[in-house]
């Protein structure tokens, strides 16, 4: 079974805190995307990085991949209300990399609230 | 705005009752998904299109039918609503999951079944 395991699943802080979400796994992936769902709506893409090692910077948002492409983080600099939501990451893996048998799967969901 | 669409916003059955959750999309995109998201649980894959004419099933595909006939349009089916199918609802659709990586998703169905 493939898991995408994120942590921590609750974040609580005040406003103008630094904050790092993990997601990890025990497989490769080919590309792995962040989003951030917000209540009554569906997921909205963040980034998608695709290399090891990349580090992609969105304002206040910096992603990284591990350099095995078996993990992520999502790093938020002085955290802000507006940032208040559920992070999810996922991505794709390849069942059997020959033939071309791939999922796409999502992680637990990390569920961030920004107190002002 | 381009994007994926799904209708009703949020729905009621009773046990027993048949429904079609409805999505359509304006991208030209070849996959299209339903997911399901529950407290806990994450977003759980229900079917899947690669294009039209062509489904299959995801990991939570009991109780549910699809359908592709068009590009654009991806329904659900509830055969015969039990309980366990409250959830929340997504449809979302993609050029190229393997190329592009990403979903764009629709705003969801709420569906309560008492």
């Not at chain 2, 079609?20 to 996959?31: F, P």
Request: hydrophobic share 35%.
């Amino acid at each position: 079974t493939q898991l995408l395991e994120q942590s921590p699943q609750f974040l609580s802080i005040q406003e103008g805190e630094n904050l790092t979400v993990y997601c990890n796994s025990s497989s490769v992936f080919s590309s792995l995307q962040w989003y951030r769902q917000e209540p009554g709506e569906g997921p909205v893409l963040l980034v998608t990085v695709v290399t090891g090692g990349e580090v992609k910077k969105l304002k206040r948002l910096t992603f990284q991949f591990g350099d095995a492409r078996k993990d992520s983080s999502l790093h938020i600099t002085a955290a802000q209300p507006g940032d208040t939501g559920l992070y999810l990451c996922a991505g794709v893996i390849y069942i059997t990399p020959t033939s071309g048998t791939y999922k796409y799967i999502f992680g637990t969901g990390t569920r961030l609230k920004v107190l002002a | 705005n381009a994007g994926v669409t799904q209708t009703p916003k949020f729905q009621v059955l009773k046990t027993g009752q048949s429904m079609t959750l409805q999505c359509a999309q304006d991208m030209n995109h070849e996959y299209m998904s339903w997911y399901r998201q529950d407290p806990g649980m994450g977003l759980r894959l229900i079917h899947y299109s690669v294009g039209a004419g062509i489904t299959d099933q995801g990991e939570v595909p009991n109780g549910y039918n699809v359908s592709r006939s068009t590009t654009e349009d991806f329904p659900l089916r509830l055969l015969s609503a039990a309980p366990s199918q409250t959830s929340v609802y997504f449809c979302a659709s993609t050029q190229d999951v393997v190329l592009f990586g990403w979903y764009t998703f629709g705003s969801g169905t709420r569906l309560t079944v008492v």
